[in-house]
């Protein structure tokens, strides 16, 4: 009888890294051991090479400052998906949305021996020893068992799964459908949603925060785009790939922004986007009067480590504040993502 599968981890810490020398891809010992272990019908060190791959083609977009997060980001999602299709006898290459649907499911409620009870290192690092010789922290697991929001976290999942497939795709040049992970609303229609008074309490006080400019207003055009347009997130803020731009808003005749529809359709989209997106222009250094350039919309991810300070911070506020239905909305606030400001602001 076949042991059970137990997940593993994959890829190195972020100092170990190195986006060049991929031959020399795993490195450690005992993750190699783990490798040779999987099926063959999953194509283990296939997998893991093109995703290696990935990640050095998307090293390219990374800031000093946002590199170790950045990675960090990245192969947590891919290390889930790894192990998950692993444990299936599928190939991560081979997957299409059927298979990422069964992921997805799996990915919000994942069983109790792929969850640790709290975050740990990834391996038993010796500081006298090479990382390749370092063993594997037997009580790492892929996802935490503390509660957390799942939909906001396959959010983040689809961003980076998507992109995955976006690059493999095109790095074979297969005129196969690319797959998407589309995930599922975990959503009641009858949960409670935002009023715009709490909406306009979040808006006005982030702007307060005392931190930096650049990412808070990307954070507030964002936000937005969340209550006013009725364009999907990924059509406007795209992919790697394919990033949504700038030019994708222009102004009618009256000077009023706007957003094309799909039957070509001008929408307005109202006084406060029309401030937050004059104000970002100006940050850009653009004029609001002349032709919009074809630049991406947003420099990095607006749902970034910055956006999560941002809501923790707001969150405290709301608790510490003297106004009752703001105390009240402070567990609301806690799960606010575009998703949940979209559906509060459709009718």
Request: net charge positive; aromatic share 14%.
């Amino acid at each position: 009888m076949a042991s059970p599968f137990v997940s593993f981890p994959i890829f190195c810490p972020y100092a170990e890294w190195r986006p060049s020398g991929l031959s020399q891809f795993p490195q450690n010992a005992d993750v190699i051991a783990n490798l040779e272990a999987v099926s063959a019908s999953s194509f283990p060190f296939f997998s893991v090479w093109y995703c290696q791959r990935y990640l050095a083609w998307l090293a390219h977009s990374w800031s000093p400052e946002q590199a170790s997060e950045a990675y960090y980001f990245e192969t947590t999602h891919l290390e889930r998906l790894l192990n998950w299709s692993f444990s299936q006898g599928f190939s991560l290459l081979d997957l299409d949305s059927k298979a990422l649907l069964q992921y997805a499911s799996f990915f919000c409620n994942p069983r109790p021996d792929w969850c640790a009870p709290k975050a740990c290192s990834k391996f038993l690092a010796d500081p006298l020893d090479r990382y390749q010789n370092w063993m594997i922290n037997p009580d790492w697991r892929p996802f935490l068992s503390l509660s957390r929001d799942a939909s906001r976290q396959l959010g983040l999942a689809q961003a980076v799964l998507n992109k995955f497939y976006d690059f493999y795709y095109h790095e074979i040049s297969s005129n196969r459908p690319v797959p998407i992970l589309k995930g599922k609303s975990l959503h009641s229609k009858n949960s409670p949603k935002l009023t715009d008074y709490e909406m306009d309490w979040y808006v006005s006080n982030l702007q307060d925060l005392p931190y930096g400019e650049s990412y808070k207003i990307s954070t507030l055009v964002y936000f937005a785009l969340a209550r006013s347009s009725r364009r999907t997130r990924r059509r406007l803020v795209g992919t790697s790939s394919n990033p949504g731009l700038l030019n994708q808003f222009s102004k009618n005749s009256e000077g009023e922004w706007g957003e094309l529809l799909p039957r070509g359709e001008f929408r307005v989209l109202g006084n406060e986007f029309t401030l937050m997106f004059e104000r970002y222009l100006r940050h850009l250094g653009l004029d609001s009067e002349m032709p919009i350039p074809p630049h991406r919309l947003f420099a990095t991810s607006p749902d970034s480590k910055f956006a999560r300070k941002c809501r923790a911070e707001l969150v405290r506020m709301a608790l510490a504040s003297e106004d009752v239905q703001i105390r009240e909305a402070a567990n609301k606030f806690r799960f606010l993502t575009f998703s949940s400001m979209r559906r509060s602001s459709t009718s």
